[in-house]
């Protein structure tokens, strides 16, 4: 059964960084059955894509974050991570790590609906 925690959410002030973890269980990454990816959902706002990466190493970010967030994935770990810097008010938002099973070559991807696994999420708030 796939299990994903999140963690190191947290507050920081604006230009500040903070690296979230996703570790995943029920599933071995590194053979590449499933797909990860990074949202968020802001108060009042819809869950929207952050970032997504195969086991390829092949990752997209939404245009929000391009340049400002890196995701990677320790394979030993089977721990995925989103490294975010020069983090703004607009970042603030629960984070959440999902999963979904890699069909057909489509991963990378930021399609909501797609992803059929989910953690609990991990807060991140940016005071200006």
């Known amino acids: 059964q796939v299990h994903l925690v999140e963690s190191g959410g947290g507050s920081v002030q604006a230009g500040g960084s903070l690296r979230l973890s996703c570790a995943a269980s029920?599933?071995?990454?590194?053979?590449?059955?499933?797909?990860m990816g990074w949202f968020r959902q802001a108060p009042g706002k819809e869950r929207e894509g952050v970032a997504s990466?195969?086991?390829?190493?092949?990752?997209i970010y939404a245009d929000s974050v391009k340049g400002r967030f890196t995701v990677s994935v320790d394979n030993a770990k089977n721990t995925i991570y989103l490294q975010m810097n020069s983090l703004n008010p607009e970042d603030t938002a629960m984070y959440y790590c999902?999963?979904?099973?890699?069909?057909?070559?489509?991963?990378?991807?930021?399609?909501?609906?797609?992803?059929?696994?989910w953690g609990q999420g991990t807060q991140v708030t940016v005071s200006s």
């Open positions: 999902a999963a979904k099973r890699n069909d057909g070559g489509s991963c990378p991807v930021l399609v909501l609906g797609w992803y059929g696994y």
């Open positions: 990466i195969n086991v390829d190493g092949s990752t």
């Open positions: 029920g599933f071995t990454y590194s053979q590449g059955i499933y797909c």
